[in-house]
């Protein structure tokens, strides 16, 4: 009789990028293996000292209960910085010294470069054990393997880039007028106020036909709303269901995302599959994908290079169209869902 593997599947719910790649993994490997996701934890509401309080008890709640979980074969702990890393640590040393099961360890967050500088000698520590602790790394691209590669032996890590489903998108070339979209949280850290700035400019240009639409929640849902009744030609959605972003997505001609910092965004790469040209920032993993033939890229906080990105792509409509179509190819080819899951299949039978 021919073993299942068992995964568990560690990670926060209801956080952006980290929950839809957990809801993805899980989807695409359940007919393939025995999955279980444990997501007891989540970024509480609040601010300042009641969040704090609230973020340590969620996690407290969630080490107490992991110990009860069944033993897996394979244990997939997804990770960012600081305070999610400390939580992490927990499944990843208790999984290997209780359970005996192979940990793979799998690297988010805009930051963690940052995190890895730490002047702390005892976070510095951790991190070492942490490190040496787990069977793999997943990073995103290969300027985290050259961030991590410091901390863990270069055979434990896999180059492994965050993938979306382009059988999902529905892309509609060559839309008249040019239709720029951003769907994100509405915070300054992903150059929301930077974005509304050049929108106002390129309204100014009157020979200039476009339309932008805007999804998403956050503190800055004022600020785009304040410029969508200012303007008839720009929408703000507010929240929209996985469901609508995908059809924006789809609707979409340019997709902007002046980030500040990244790893591997998945809303740019889901912008893609819905065959978008790209206008963002040299953050993170981003240059290694978005090349002169697939977008533009601006200097974080720079409005004015932004403005200027964004008005050459709607004055040529031609060569936002041939970016959108690159794009969507270059999703089906490297970025999917399908290639994704054998990697990590392999990885576990490896780890196993």
Do not use: C
Request: net charge negative.
């Amino acid at each position: 009789m021919t073993h299942t593997q068992k995964l568990l599947i560690v990670g926060p719910k209801g956080t952006g990028g980290i929950d839809r790649y957990i809801t993805e993994q899980q989807r695409h490997l359940s007919n393939r293996m025995d999955v279980r996701v444990y997501t007891k934890y989540s970024s509480p509401e609040g601010e300042g000292l009641e969040r704090g309080i609230r973020m340590v008890l969620s996690s407290l709640w969630a080490m107490l209960l992991f110990p009860f979980q069944p033993r897996p074969d394979v244990v997939h702990v997804h990770t960012s910085h600081t305070y999610s890393f400390y939580r992490s640590a927990f499944f990843v040393l208790f999984s290997t010294y209780v359970w005996n099961a192979p940990v793979v360890l799998h690297i988010h967050g805009s930051s963690f470069d940052e995190f890895l500088n730490t002047g702390s000698p005892i976070v510095k520590r951790l991190q070492s054990v942490v490190f040496d602790t787990v069977d793999d790394v997943v990073v995103l691209s290969e300027y985290w393997r050259g961030v991590v590669s410091p901390l863990a032996d270069e055979e434990k890590i896999h180059v492994l880039a965050n993938a979306v489903d382009p059988s999902e998108y529905s892309p509609t070339y060559d839309a008249d007028p040019i239709h720029l979209v951003f769907v994100s949280n509405l915070i300054e850290r992903k150059g929301v106020l930077e974005l509304l700035d050049a929108i106002e400019r390129l309204e100014e240009m009157s020979d200039l036909s476009f339309r932008v639409t805007i999804g998403g929640g956050g503190p800055l849902a004022d600020r785009v709303e304040a410029v969508a009744r200012k303007y008839d030609n720009v929408e703000y959605l507010g929240f929209v269901t996985e469901k609508e972003k995908r059809d924006l997505l789809s609707s979409g001609s340019i997709f902007a995302l002046p980030t500040y910092a990244e790893g591997l965004p998945i809303a740019m790469l889901e912008g893609m599959a819905g065959g978008n040209a790209i206008v963002s920032t040299p953050v993170g993993s981003i240059p290694e994908v978005i090349t002169n033939e697939r977008g533009l890229l601006v200097e974080p906080g720079d409005a004015s290079g932004l403005t200027t990105a964004l008005e050459q792509l709607i004055r040529d409509p031609k060569l936002t169209s041939k970016m959108g179509r690159g794009n969507r190819t270059l999703i089906e080819e490297q970025y999917s869902w399908q290639a994704t899951a054998n990697n990590l299949v392999d990885m576990y039978a490896k780890a196993d």
